[in-house]
């Protein structure tokens, strides 16, 4: 029984058997191959839109990653190795602002006159927080963020790393030979003997063993664990170092106290002349001393090219630690601070301090004692100000008096100028003007002790209607006009600044620091490695010994230490002659000395058969 035509159905087959055709043979002929030729293209196209990888007319379907998805995203790309550098990088860059533009914590008055002499750029720096870098939200954002990076990563690392102590080395891979370093000898040492030799060998040389079957008996071993111990301390001390810096910036307090020689000072908050603290700071993390500048000393050098030059400062002081605390002497200099529990006391500025005697225009004394003068260059030529202002003029009626100038410790008529030849107290000498009114004390904001504010004031003038001011020395007196009163100048005493620094977070910072450098270097130094040691019997009888290493990181260092470890083990399992089976073989006793086999690395070595699932090179984490 035959068909016609390709393509038939099974009923145009049984009709044509059966002679019962409904149309010629070639009409139905040229159908079916139109039909087969139909559904084959049809089949082709269904076929190629399955396997290309164009887009359709149908839209791709995409699946969303969710709510959840998104956040895993987002915590792998946090505490991933580029952005924990990124974010380290952004940290280091806030830091340049935050050194270059003065800061309000640390010199108000240095912004102030900034804002003064940029009034374009101060209002941009405002709105930017460069004033104020580290506390602003845009610093603090790239803190947090670094410091959840790095927890982040330390955690789960930490966990791996304990799972590894606890876990055995891996097993010996069944080609050995296929490690990067390999070694291979005989030895008349029987297996048992060669493996127990070896795995003391190990042992004594810190390497963690594990004897195991695999192939006849062998010995595997790992050493080199202290480098992920240096990596994890490394990322541990610097979230030390975070907060340790964020303690610091949190619980700081800093405060400065001028103090003229005989005067004393209390540690709380009303004595400071200015006073900056953390946000989370508390008055009642002062400690409690008070101390009393008993006498300052200042040495300069007398002749040579650094006349002039300070010599020594030193501040001797009387201090009482609490309430009733009994006074102790001390002594305060330049660099070294005294510490009184978690506070320093440092010596910062020291000056003049010319005494004066001030009588109204009714004779009684309005003012009596040492007015503090500010340092103006290396000489001490020094300007400031004496305010009265309980004072009456010669009718009675109540005034206020103002007198501003300069005063040289050393002066010089012959040099035609006012200022001082030499910081030593030699030829002092003080210039005054003096004026009279409202010194703008009793109401409004706050003034500068040390600054002379003449708005609502007026000079006084002279006989020719100038300016009202005078030259004294000590002992003079200057006579204000019209029996206004008088200024007499006693004599000078000196003063010194101090600054009050507690400080928190300073010994985690040091340590943190020590333990960074510490961990940095093991990492970087420590080499993670691993040894196997097999030994079998041969046909010939003899045991073959074979020794091969693999470093988790690349060393150049391995290839010798696995010479030198089949050097000792030669002790143990020496060097059989060759025999003449081994001759008819092929398998010679090669050379005990370890060998670098990059071929054998790029033949396999980079995924030995063995059951523990950190082969991987090291490197995924941070």
């Given at each position: 029984?035959?068909?016609?035509?390709?393509?038939?159905?099974?009923?145009?087959?049984?009709a044509?058997?059966?002679?019962?055709?409904?149309?010629p043979a070639?009409?139905r002929g040229?159908?079916g191959?139109a039909?087969?030729?139909?559904?084959?293209?049809g089949?082709?196209?269904?076929?190629?839109?399955?396997l290309?990888?164009a887009?359709?007319?149908e839209?791709?379907?995409?699946?969303?990653?969710?709510?959840?998805g998104?956040l895993?995203?987002?915590?792998r790309?946090?505490?991933?190795?580029?952005?924990?550098?990124?974010?380290l990088?952004?940290?280091s860059?806030?830091?340049?602002?935050?050194?270059?533009?003065?800061?309000?914590?640390?010199?108000?008055l240095?912004?102030?006159q900034?804002?003064a002499?940029?009034?374009?750029?101060?209002?941009?720096?405002?709105?930017?927080?460069l004033?104020d870098?580290?506390?602003?939200v845009w610093?603090?954002?790239?803190?947090?963020?670094?410091?959840?990076?790095?927890?982040?990563?330390?955690?789960?690392?930490t966990?791996?790393?304990?799972?590894q102590l606890?876990a055995?080395?891996?097993?010996?891979?069944?080609?050995?030979?296929r490690m990067?370093?390999?070694?291979?000898?005989?030895t008349?040492a029987e297996?048992?003997?060669?493996?127990?030799?070896?795995?003391?060998l190990?042992?004594?040389?810190?390497?963690?063993?594990?004897?195991d079957?695999?192939?006849?008996?062998?010995?595997?071993?790992?050493k080199?664990?202290?480098?992920?111990v240096?990596?994890?301390?490394?990322?541990?001390?610097?979230?030390v170092?975070l907060?340790a810096?964020?303690?610091?910036?949190?619980?700081?307090?800093?405060?400065?106290?001028?103090i003229?020689?005989?005067?004393?000072?209390s540690?709380v908050?009303?004595?400071?002349?200015?006073?900056?603290?953390?946000s989370?700071?508390d008055?009642?993390?002062?400690?409690p001393?008070?101390?009393?500048?008993?006498?300052?000393?200042?040495?300069?050098e007398?002749?040579?090219?650094?006349?002039?030059?300070?010599?020594?400062?030193?501040?001797?002081?009387?201090?009482?630690?609490?309430?009733?605390?009994?006074?102790?002497?001390?002594?305060?200099?330049?660099?070294?601070?005294?510490?009184?529990g978690?506070?320093k006391?440092y010596?910062?500025?020291?000056?003049?301090?010319?005494?004066v005697?001030?009588?109204?225009g009714?004779?009684?004394?309005?003012?009596?004692?040492?007015v503090?003068f500010?340092?103006?260059?290396?000489?001490?030529?020094?300007s400031?100000?004496v305010?009265?202002t309980?004072y009456?003029?010669?009718?009675g009626?109540k005034?206020?008096l103002?007198?501003?100038?300069?005063?040289?410790?050393?002066?010089?008529?012959s040099?035609?100028?006012?200022?001082?030849?030499?910081?030593s107290?030699?030829n002092?000498a003080?210039f005054?003007?003096a004026?009279?009114?409202?010194?703008g004390?009793?109401?409004?904001?706050?003034?500068?002790?040390y600054?002379?504010d003449?708005?609502?004031m007026?000079k006084?003038?002279?006989?020719d209607?100038?300016?009202?001011?005078?030259?004294l020395?000590?002992?003079?007196?200057?006579?204000?006009?019209n029996g206004?009163?008088?200024?007499?100048?006693?004599?000078?005493?000196?003063w010194?600044n101090?600054?009050?620094?507690?400080q928190?977070g300073?010994?985690?910072?040091?340590?943190?620091?020590l333990?960074a450098?510490?961990g940095?270097a093991g990492?970087?130094?420590?080499?993670?490695?691993?040894v196997w040691?097999?030994?079998?019997?041969?046909?010939?009888?003899?045991?073959v010994?074979?020794?091969?290493?693999?470093?988790?990181?690349?060393?150049?260092?391995?290839?010798?230490?696995?010479a030198?470890?089949?050097?000792?083990?030669?002790?143990?399992?020496?060097?059989?002659?060759e025999?003449p089976?081994?001759?008819?073989?092929g398998?010679?006793?090669p050379?005990?000395d370890a060998?670098s086999?990059d071929?054998?690395?790029a033949?396999g070595?980079?995924?030995?058969?063995?059951?523990?699932?950190a082969?991987a090179?090291?490197?995924?984490?941070?």
């Amino acid at each position: 029984m035959s068909t016609t035509g390709t393509g038939k159905g099974a009923a145009d087959a049984a009709a044509d058997e059966a002679g019962e055709a409904t149309e010629p043979a070639g009409v139905r002929g040229s159908a079916g191959a139109a039909a087969e030729s139909g559904a084959d293209s049809g089949s082709e196209r269904a076929a190629a839109a399955q396997l290309s990888t164009a887009p359709g007319e149908e839209k791709l379907n995409v699946p969303s990653l969710g709510p959840l998805g998104w956040l895993r995203w987002f915590w792998r790309q946090l505490t991933s190795m580029r952005v924990a550098l990124i974010l380290l990088f952004l940290l280091s860059l806030g830091a340049i602002p935050g050194s270059i533009v003065p800061q309000t914590p640390v010199d108000a008055l240095r912004v102030e006159q900034f804002r003064a002499d940029h009034t374009t750029l101060a209002p941009l720096y405002d709105k930017l927080q460069l004033f104020d870098v580290y506390t602003s939200v845009w610093f603090s954002a790239i803190y947090i963020l670094l410091f959840v990076s790095l927890i982040g990563c330390i955690v789960p690392r930490t966990w791996q790393f304990v799972g590894q102590l606890r876990a055995r080395p891996p097993r010996a891979p069944r080609r050995l030979d296929r490690m990067p370093v390999y070694t291979t000898w005989r030895t008349a040492a029987e297996p048992e003997e060669t493996l127990t030799a070896a795995r003391s060998l190990l042992r004594r040389r810190r390497f963690r063993t594990h004897r195991d079957g695999s192939g006849g008996g062998a010995v595997a071993s790992e050493k080199g664990y202290l480098r992920e111990v240096g990596n994890l301390l490394f990322h541990i001390a610097l979230i030390v170092l975070l907060l340790a810096f964020a303690s610091g910036q949190l619980f700081k307090s800093e405060g400065r106290k001028l103090i003229v020689q005989g005067d004393g000072f209390s540690n709380v908050l009303t004595q400071y002349d200015d006073f900056q603290s953390g946000s989370l700071f508390d008055p009642d993390m002062l400690d409690p001393f008070a101390f009393r500048l008993k006498e300052f000393h200042a040495t300069y050098e007398e002749s040579g090219p650094n006349k002039g030059t300070p010599r020594d400062y030193r501040a001797d002081i009387a201090i009482a630690k609490g309430a009733d605390g009994t006074e102790r002497d001390a002594t305060i200099k330049v660099n070294h601070p005294l510490k009184v529990g978690s506070s320093k006391i440092y010596l910062i500025a020291n000056g003049y301090a010319p005494a004066v005697t001030v009588k109204d225009g009714k004779g009684n004394i309005a003012y009596r004692g040492p007015v503090p003068f500010l340092q103006q260059d290396n000489n001490q030529t020094s300007s400031g100000v004496v305010k009265v202002t309980d004072y009456l003029d010669a009718k009675g009626r109540k005034d206020q008096l103002g007198f501003q100038g300069f005063f040289v410790p050393d002066f010089e008529p012959s040099s035609g100028t006012m200022f001082s030849q030499s910081p030593s107290l030699k030829n002092p000498a003080m210039f005054l003007t003096a004026y009279h009114g409202n010194l703008g004390v009793d109401g409004g904001p706050a003034q500068n002790v040390y600054q002379l504010d003449t708005d609502n004031m007026t000079k006084f003038k002279d006989e020719d209607g100038g300016p009202f001011a005078e030259k004294l020395v000590p002992g003079s007196t200057m006579k204000l006009p019209n029996g206004a009163g008088s200024l007499t100048f006693d004599g000078v005493e000196k003063w010194a600044n101090f600054q009050v620094s507690h400080q928190v977070g300073n010994g985690w910072a040091l340590g943190g620091a020590l333990a960074a450098i510490v961990g940095l270097a093991g990492s970087l130094f420590i080499q993670r490695r691993r040894v196997w040691v097999r030994a079998y019997t041969a046909d010939d009888g003899q045991t073959v010994v074979e020794m091969a290493a693999l470093g988790r990181s690349e060393s150049a260092r391995l290839p010798d230490e696995l010479a030198s470890l089949a050097t000792d083990m030669q002790a143990a399992a020496p060097v059989a002659a060759e025999s003449p089976a081994a001759d008819a073989a092929g398998e010679g006793a090669p050379s005990a000395d370890a060998v670098s086999g990059d071929a054998a690395a790029a033949d396999g070595a980079a995924a030995p058969d063995s059951a523990d699932p950190a082969e991987a090179p090291e490197g995924a984490g941070k």
